[in-house]
């Protein structure tokens, strides 16, 4: 999978995925990641991407040209048109199964907006998707784009290991996960549940899937009402 960023800040994109799980992604091959800098494509001298709005109001806006020439080398040098997805808080908001959705496209295209958003002749022209990743304000489109790449990415063949996939299965059943214990035994006067020593697995499996149900129900009631809606008889 290939994903292009379209930002004024792409050592910032760069350096927050390149580490961990999804830079050794990139390493293996299993993914690619363009960090465009918008700033390169500005017709002006100054290498000026924003100016006034008209009407008046706070702030500046980021103009269409610059942007539009960014996505053009993009999709002129692969020689197709993905998906561009406009990162805003007035998005749909971004959920699991959009992520595994997206880690379908063979391409995807992030434009992350700065100062007060961008001209909105060029979002009409290249946008396809407006996404949010929740009901907040951030100073720019950046690390929403880093979330989104990191939760599509996870979802892609060969990025994660066998011992490492499991923990979006129990999410996917709209339940969160169970408590886990490592050694030792006890820690502060804390033992760990006597079950999980007992070597029985189908009793440690229903306790497991016990406490996802009572956390879920305890930390996350909405999640806890889509589970009741898709497995009517609990
Ligand atoms: Cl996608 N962008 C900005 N600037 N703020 C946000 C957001 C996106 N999602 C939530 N807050």
């Given amino acids: 999978m290939r994903f292009f960023v379209l930002t004024l800040f792409p050592d910032m994109v760069r350096d927050g995925l390149h580490t961990s799980i999804i830079g050794r992604a990139i390493q293996a091959g299993h993914l690619s990641l363009e960090a465009v800098n918008i700033r390169d494509f500005s017709a002006n001298k100054h290498q000026k991407v924003d100016d006034y709005p008209y009407g008046g109001g706070a702030g500046m806006l980021m103009q269409a040209q610059p942007v539009y020439d960014a996505f053009q080398s993009v999709t002129e040098r692969i020689g ?5 997805i406009y990162l805003t808080p007035q998005g749909k908001t971004f959920h699991q199964k959009m992520a ?49 790449i990191d939760a599509i990415s996870r979802m892609v063949p060969g990025v994660l290991s066998n011992e490492e996939s ?10 969160l996960e169970y408590p886990q214990y490592s050694r030792p035994e006890e820690w502060m006067g804390k033992k760990v549940p006597q079950i999980l020593l007992s070597g029985h697995h189908k009793n440690i499996e229903a306790w497991r899937r016990e406490q996802s149900k009572m956390r879920t129900k305890e930390r996350r009631p909405d999640l806890w009402g889509q589970y009741l809606l898709e497995h009517p008889k609990e």
């Fill in 80 to 84: 197709r048109r993905p998906r561009c």
């Fill in 100 to 148: 595994k959705e997206l880690a379908m496209e063979e391409e995807l295209i992030f434009l992350c907006g700065h100062y007060e958003g961008i001209d909105e002749r060029v979002l009409e022209e290249i946008v396809t998707d407006y996404v949010s990743i929740g009901d907040y304000v951030l100073t720019g489109g950046e690390l929403p784009a880093m979330v989104m």
């Fill in 166 to 175: 499991g923990s979006t299965e129990s999410f996917e059943d709209c339940l």
